[in-house]
């Protein structure tokens, strides 16, 4: 058979082909992506546990840092588990077979993970600069207190920023194949509404975190410079 060539294939194999709907490359799609998220499933779980693990049996020193990424691991622990969920999504062809609250909480979950893991880095950043300049004689204990305290609030402000979004989620049933899906359903009148939510998100969730990250890296940076011209000098 000359390459390109398909007449040597026998007919009766195109039309068993066709009757039996041969797997195509979309077929499979569903799968691979489940299997994926299973995968992401397993070496997330292993790696964030380790950090919780690790960060809980560090010592006293740099405990503020400790506390932070201690939250973070436990938020994208939060998060791991809701891909179990997600798991069942691309098989039944991006439909929502799991009712509305299991729409609404796994959309939850996420959003906290999203804004929370960007407010705990504004205040790992700001930890950094702070515990350089000013904070080097601050005794541990008011630390833990400080910082105990951001952590609260952080999770409480990415809870109270996800809370609208999800508040519109709904399980939706399409009328004309009687497919459900988990989507954002806003009423005509709430158009403003959503406008204004996608820009409190925009403003919380990029443009203050990566003002503040910027500017206190940068203020971080000059200070470490001046630092060491200082020690060069002195010596």
Not at 7 to 32: G, N, V
Not at 117 to 144: G, N, P, Q
Not at 207 to 227: D, H, K, N
């Amino acid at each position: 058979m000359e390459p390109g060539n398909f007449s040597d294939f026998p007919a009766s194999w195109w039309t068993r082909c066709s009757a039996l709907s041969c797997p195509t490359r979309e077929s499979f799609m569903p799968y691979m992506l489940s299997f994926i998220y299973i995968f992401i499933f397993l070496i997330s779980m292993i790696a964030n546990t380790v950090v919780v693990w690790m960060n809980i049996q560090a010592k006293t020193t740099g405990y503020d840092r400790h506390c932070y990424i201690l939250n973070l691991a436990i938020m994208d622990l939060w998060v791991v588990l809701t891909i179990l969920v997600w798991v069942v999504s691309p098989v039944q062809h991006n439909q929502w077979p799991m009712g509305e609250l299991t729409c609404k909480v796994t959309h939850l979950i996420f959003s906290i993970n999203f804004f929370g893991s960007i407010f705990f880095l504004i205040c790992t950043s700001v930890d950094h600069y702070l515990s350089i300049t000013y904070f080097t004689s601050t005794s541990s204990h008011r630390k833990k207190i400080v910082c105990c305290i951001l952590c609260v609030l952080v999770w409480l402000l990415a809870f109270c920023v996800s809370v609208p979004d999800t508040y519109y989620l709904k399980s939706i049933t399409s009328a004309s194949n009687n497919e459900t899906y988990c989507w954002s359903f806003y009423p005509e009148h709430s158009i403003k509404k959503w406008l204004i939510m996608e820009l409190v998100s925009v403003v919380l969730g990029f443009t203050i975190p990566f003002y503040i990250i910027g500017v206190f890296y940068l203020m971080l940076t000059r200070a470490i410079m001046v630092s060491g011209d200082q020690e060069k000098h002195s010596s």
